[in-house]
C-alpha cells in the first residue's frame, strides 16, 4: 500500500520539505521571481537527478507556490481479486489512473470516475484512506503542482479492460509483481510512483 510522505517531484529532481529554515545555500539567491522561474526551467532542462532539502519555514516556499498553477487529482492503487495491480502506460511511461478534479465533485468520487474511466473497469471499491504524491510540470507556458490523492481500492471486476486513448494511454493491464518488474525494465515511470511500484515488483 501507499505510504504518506511528502516529497515534490520536478523532473528528474526531488524536493523535500523538512522543519526549519534551513535550505542549500544556493535556494537563499533565488529571492525574485525572475531567478526563481530561471532555476525551475533549468530543472527541466537538465538530465541530472538531483535533491534539495529545503526548510519549510524558508520564505523559498511562499515564492514557489506563487508561480504554479494548483492543480487536484484523484486517483486509484487497484487491485483485483488475485491481487494484481492495476497499471496503465501514457505518453510513453507506467503510470497509474488518475484525473483531474472537476468542479464542485468530492475528490473519492473523481477518483473512481477516473479509474472508470481511464480503464472500463467495474465494481470498484475504496478501501482506506487517501495518500498524496506531489509533482511539479510546464503548463500552458507556465508551471504546475499537481497534488494527487491516491485512493487504495479493489474490484471483482473480471472482463476485458480498455485503455482511454484520448488520454495518451496506449494500454491497461493488471500487473503481478513479476510482470511490473519486466514492464519498468522495458519503459520508464514516472517519478513520483517509482518508488511505491518498485515495492509492488518487489524490486530493489
Known sequence: MLQNYTKLFIHRSVLIPVPGAHVPEFINTLSTVKRLRKW?????????????????DHP????FLTQHHHIIAGGGWVKNASGALLIIER????????????????????????????????????????????????????FALKT????PMSTSYEKKLKPQKEEGITAVYWATPEYLRERMSEMPVYNSLEEELRRFAKWS
Not at 467495474?122 to 509533482?135: D, E, F, N, R, S
Not at 494527487?148 to 485512493?151: A, G, K
Open 60 to 63: 523559498f516556499w511562499d515564492l
Open 91 to 142: 505518453n510513453g511511461k507506467i503510470d497509474m489512473p488518475k484525473g483531474k478534479l472537476e468542479s464542485r465533485e468530492d475528490i473519492a468520487d473523481c477518483a473512481l470516475r477516473e479509474v472508470k474511466e481511464e480503464c472500463k473497469v467495474k465494481h470498484l471499491q475504496i478501501t482506506g484512506p487517501a495518500v498524496k504524491t506531489y509533482h511539479c510540470y510546464p503548463y500552458k507556458g507556465d
Open 40 to 56: 525551475l526551467k533549468s530543472l527541466y532542462e537538465s538530465t541530472v537527478s538531483e535533491q534539495f532539502e529545503i526548510g519549510i
Open 148 to 151: 494527487t490523492y491516491w485512493f
